[in-house]
């Protein structure tokens, strides 16, 4: 009898441990994305080199992304509204369920001959009108058999942000994929430690110099910094959550009805090896530069909406405005988007699928507050010095953790319903969100099809803006996701980006060429 009960307790702790593996809860994070006010979405479009065979990929879906527990988990809430818990709850996945192939040619023919990019982007625009079924795992492929200027084929995931943070999604994404070169490598992305690399270099090096006190004083000052500039930074977070708005521009959004709008999803292709040459010559970042041109392509777009309503309005205020009524003085902030938890590898990821090993996953989300300095500028590069000098100073503090420290701790001490409303008014306040992320280095294909670019982006947050970067190969993707209503051209801005690209590269050549002189 004692053996007997020796076994029982065993089988009921290894049920226990089933039980808890088998039903997650979810994250506070998590638990924001899925609040009314702030319904969160990740949406990615990706363009393919060949006809999709959907059977093919299918079949590897089964073998990769529905083994990650949270693409074959339901979310289950239990008690009542007061009181509500949500859990991931492992289910059985029916991979067709997920996987949607239009008939884009009937549609086609219903409404005529029909441009096949303004197709694309009616399409997705419409999936953002559409909820998951959340009595399903929250994700959806569409194949779309439709020839495009970019692509012969294009295919769009759509996920539910309470799965994962947006860097953490592409990496599983990335993770299904494989290397055309070679079908059993994984994708090959470049090292992205440089900045933390070189700024150790330069402390180790001033540790070996003579005068330690100088290295200590150095090491002091550096300390102060962090903590003034991340005092600063959260007296400012929450004065935009209390009363500090961006000034009422064109691009800036109305979202004071919570009603879901259907956004537009928009994008475009520049020369990576452009960016990167800026980058050399100016000593910067990527990430530096795009912000200093996505600065510049803003002041321009902004200067001709302005231009646009001062004829209209036949209005002229020459002392607060320049030439076209654009304000001399403008507000406008962007969330930028920070990913907290160390970066899980493409590898972690593939043998987590493949061997169901444990991984680290979740939303690790801060924000940091990026003010734009809209205006046009005699010297183009000036918008390169002055977004590098933001986002260094912006390095150099602990707001993106201070951010999520403190969602974390309003969702557990007052609930999810008021941290969505603190969030959603914080970003009401500003204007935009930015992100930008590091892709392979290779050509990659997605089971068998060679994928041409990547275009992820984000909609169900307050902001009628939203810009993405996604790099791959030797080509930059810039996502646009737009409230039409406020941004009725989107492509007018992305046109303005790519001019303000080339002029700055232009600004750049020729500085480099009076330097050799």
Same mark, same amino acid.
């Given at each position: 009898?004692?053996?007997?009960?020796?076994?029982?307790?065993?089988?009921?702790?290894?049920?226990?441990?089933?039980?808890?593996?088998?039903?997650?809860?979810?994250?506070?994070?998590?638990?924001?994305?899925?609040?009314?006010?702030?319904?969160?979405?990740?949406?990615?479009?990706?363009?393919?080199?060949?006809?999709?065979?959907?059977?093919?990929?299918?079949?590897?879906?089964?073998?990769?992304?529905?083994?990650?527990?949270?693409?074959?988990?339901?979310?289950?809430?239990?008690?009542?509204?007061?009181?509500?818990?949500?859990?991931?709850?492992?289910?059985?996945?029916?991979?067709?369920?997920?996987?949607?192939?239009?008939?884009?040619?009937?549609?086609?023919?219903?409404?005529?001959?029909?441009?096949?990019?303004?197709?694309?982007? #009616?399409?997705? @625009?419409? =999936?953002?009108?559409?909820?998951?079924?959340? %009595?399903?795992? +929250? /994700?959806?492929?569409?194949? $779309?058999?439709?020839?495009?200027?970019?692509?012969?084929?294009?295919?769009?995931?759509?996920?539910?942000?309470?799965?994962?943070?947006?860097?953490?999604?592409?990496?599983?994404?990335?993770?299904?994929?494989?290397?055309?070169?070679?079908?059993?490598?994984?994708?090959?992305?470049?090292?992205?430690?440089?900045?933390?690399? #070189?700024?150790? @270099?330069? =402390?180790?090096?001033?540790?070996?110099?003579? %005068?330690?006190? +100088? /290295?200590?004083?150095?090491? $002091?000052?550096?300390?102060?910094?962090?903590?003034?500039?991340?005092?600063?930074?959260?007296?400012?977070?929450?004065?935009?959550?209390?009363?500090?708005?961006?000034?009422?521009?064109?691009?800036?959004?109305?979202?004071?009805?919570?009603?879901?709008?259907?956004?537009?999803?928009?994008?475009?292709?520049?020369?990576?090896?452009?960016?990167?040459?800026?980058?050399?010559?100016?000593?910067?970042?990527?990430?530096?530069?795009?912000?200093?041109?996505?600065?510049?392509?803003?002041?321009?777009?902004?200067?001709?909406?302005?231009?646009?309503?001062?004829?209209?309005?036949?209005?002229?205020?020459?002392?607060?405005?320049?030439?076209?009524?654009?304000?001399?003085?403008?507000?406008?902030?962007?969330?930028?988007?920070?990913?907290?938890?160390?970066?899980?590898?493409?590898?972690?990821?593939?043998?987590?699928?493949?061997?169901?090993?444990?991984?680290?996953?979740?939303?690790?989300?801060?924000?940091?507050?990026?003010?734009?300095?809209?205006?046009?500028?005699?010297?183009?590069?000036?918008?390169?010095?002055?977004?590098?000098?933001?986002?260094?100073?912006?390095?150099?503090?602990?707001?993106?953790?201070?951010?999520?420290?403190?969602?974390?701790?309003?969702?557990?001490?007052?609930?999810?319903?008021?941290?969505?409303?603190?969030?959603?008014?914080?970003?009401?306040?500003?204007?935009?969100?930015?992100?930008?992320?590091?892709?392979?280095?290779?050509?990659?294909?997605?089971?068998?099809?060679?994928?041409?670019?990547?275009?992820?982006?984000?909609?169900?947050?307050?902001?009628?803006?939203?810009?993405?970067?996604?790099?791959?190969?030797?080509?930059?993707?810039?996502?646009?996701?737009?409230?039409?209503?406020?941004?009725?051209?989107?492509?007018?801005?992305?046109?303005?980006?790519?001019?303000?690209?080339?002029?700055?590269?232009?600004?750049?050549?020729?500085?480099?060429?009076?330097?050799?002189?």
């Amino acid at each position: 009898m004692e053996i007997k009960t020796r076994r029982d307790h065993t089988s009921e702790t290894t049920v226990r441990k089933e039980e808890e593996e088998e039903e997650q809860p979810l994250s506070p994070t998590a638990r924001i994305f899925h609040a009314p006010e702030f319904n969160c979405y990740v949406i990615a479009v990706i363009g393919l080199k060949k006809k999709i065979e959907p059977d093919v990929i299918m079949e590897g879906l089964k073998q990769t992304l529905i083994r990650h527990p949270r693409f074959s988990s339901k979310l289950v809430s239990h008690g009542n509204k007061k009181r509500q818990t949500q859990s991931w709850v492992r289910t059985n996945v029916v991979v067709s369920d997920h996987v949607i192939v239009p008939d884009i040619k009937t549609q086609k023919s219903e409404n005529g001959n029909v441009n096949a990019d303004a197709f694309l982007e #009616s399409y997705v @625009s419409n =999936l953002t009108t559409v909820p998951l079924d959340l %009595s399903k795992p +929250l /994700w959806q492929l569409h194949l $779309l058999d439709l020839k495009t200027s970019d692509a012969e084929n294009v295919g769009v995931l759509k996920f539910h942000h309470s799965l994962g943070d947006g860097m953490s999604l592409m990496a599983l994404v990335l993770a299904c994929m494989r290397k055309t070169s070679n079908p059993n490598e994984l994708p090959s992305q470049p090292n992205q430690n440089r900045s933390s690399r #070189s700024r150790s @270099s330069r =402390l180790a090096s001033a540790s070996r110099g003579d %005068s330690r006190f +100088l /290295w200590l004083v150095m090491a $002091l000052w550096s300390a102060i910094m962090l903590v003034l500039n991340t005092v600063c930074d959260a007296l400012e977070f929450v004065a935009t959550t209390m009363f500090l708005k961006d000034t009422e521009t064109p691009i800036k959004g109305d979202f004071r009805s919570r009603k879901s709008k259907r956004m537009c999803l928009v994008h475009r292709t520049v020369s990576l090896e452009d960016i990167k040459l800026i980058k050399h010559t100016m000593k910067m970042t990527v990430n530096d530069v795009v912000l200093g041109v996505t600065q510049a392509g803003l002041s321009q777009y902004l200067d001709k909406r302005y231009g646009e309503k001062k004829k209209i309005v036949g209005e002229d205020q020459e002392s607060k405005s320049n030439s076209n009524g654009m304000p001399k003085i403008i507000r406008l902030r962007s969330a930028l988007l920070v990913n907290l938890r160390p970066t899980n590898g493409i590898q972690d990821l593939a043998d987590m699928m493949a061997k169901k090993s444990n991984c680290r996953w979740g939303n690790w989300i801060g924000y940091i507050v990026f003010p734009f300095s809209i205006g046009l500028r005699d010297d183009p590069l000036e918008h390169l010095r002055r977004a590098k000098t933001i986002i260094d100073r912006k390095k150099n503090s602990f707001e993106a953790a201070l951010t999520f420290i403190a969602g974390k701790f309003i969702v557990k001490s007052f609930g999810v319903e008021v941290a969505a409303k603190i969030v959603t008014r914080a970003l009401s306040n500003t204007t935009m969100s930015f992100s930008n992320l590091i892709g392979p280095i290779e050509e990659i294909s997605f089971f068998g099809h060679p994928i041409t670019y990547m275009a992820p982006s984000v909609y169900g947050h307050p902001h009628a803006l939203t810009i993405h970067f996604q790099s791959y190969m030797n080509q930059m993707t810039i996502s646009l996701t737009v409230d039409p209503t406020a941004i009725s051209d989107p492509h007018r801005l992305l046109d303005d980006w790519e001019k303000s690209l080339q002029i700055i590269k232009d600004a750049v050549q020729e500085r480099g060429s009076a330097s050799l002189d």
